[in-house]
C-alpha cells in the first residue's frame, strides 16, 4: 500500500510541474519530495516523471495515474471527516514520543507558536524513529544517549532522576537507607536503566524482579505510582506539574544522572525559516546556550 504522503507528494509535483514547487506547497523539503516521488517508481515499477531542466513532466503512466489519485483526493475531500493538517509558510511539524508531547511540549505549545512572532505548530506524536526528510517533518524531540545518523542533533537538557510514589505510599515507605525501597515493586519504562544508575550512584546494584513492573510509556509508569503500584522515578522536567499538584511524592531525596537524555533533531540541509524559529524557541525554554542552537540551525550535516 503506497503511503498517503507519497501520494500527496505525487499530487502536489503532477499539479505544479516542479518538485520545487511542491514543496513549498507542502511546506517540506525539495529532497523529501525527491524521495517520495523515487519511493513510488520503485512501488510501481515504473517512471511517473520526466526530469528535466525547468521541471517535470509526467509520463504517460504518471497522466494516468494522476488521473486516479485526483479522483480519489477528490472523493475524500467531499465524503470524509477527515482532519486536514494546516498548510502554510508559519506552519512546523514537530514529532516527539507522547510523554514529552503531553509532559514537556504542551504546556509550552502556547508560548511557542506565539513568541515573538505567529508559528502554527502539527505535533505527530509517534514512538517510532521516523525517517524526518522522507516524512516532511521540520524537527524531533526525541530521548536517546547519542545522535542519529543521517540528522543534525543538538542536546537539549539532561535529567537527574530520584524515587517518586503516591504520597500514601511515600508516607509507609519513609525515610532511610535506599535499601528500603527494594522492600516495594519498583516501576521502569522502556528499561531498567534509569533505576541501575540510580542504584549504582548509592553504591548497589539492581536487576529487574518478578515484583517490578514495566510500562513502555513513562505516562503510563507515572499514573501507575501515583496509584499506588510501586516506585518510579521523577523525570525532571516531565514531573514538575505532578509534583507540585500533589499527585505523586518524592521517596527520596538523593539523584543520578540518567544515561537517556533529550536530543532536538532535524533533516540534514537547510531548515526552513519558521522550523528554525522554533528551533530557537524550544532551545530557549530548555535552557540550552543561545551559540549551541545556531550551531544546530547552521549545520550542514
Known sequence: MVPLETLRAFDA??????????AEKLNITHGAISRQIAKLEDWLGLKVFDRGARGVTLTIEGNRLHLRTSEAFALISSHSDRWVEPRGTAVVRLTSIPSVSGLWLMPRVAALENNPTKLR???DVDIRQADLADEGIDLSIRCGRGGI???VSVQLFEEHVFPVASPEL???IGRGDPARLLKFPLINDSDASAWRAWFAAQGMDYRPRPQDRRFEDYNLVLDAAAYGLGIA????PLTGHQLQSGRIAAVDERTALNPVSYWLDRPLGRP???AADLARRIAQQAGLAPDKIEAF???ER
Open 13 to 22: 509535483a503532477a499539479r505544479t510541474g516542479s518538485f520545487s514547487a511542491a
Open 121 to 123: 505548530i502539527v505535533l
Open 149 to 151: 545518523p543521517g540528522r
Open 170 to 172: 511515600a508516607r509507609e
Open 233 to 236: 522515578l521523577a523525570r525532571p
Open 272 to 274: 526552513r525559516t519558521a
Open 297 to 299: 540551525i547552521e549545520a
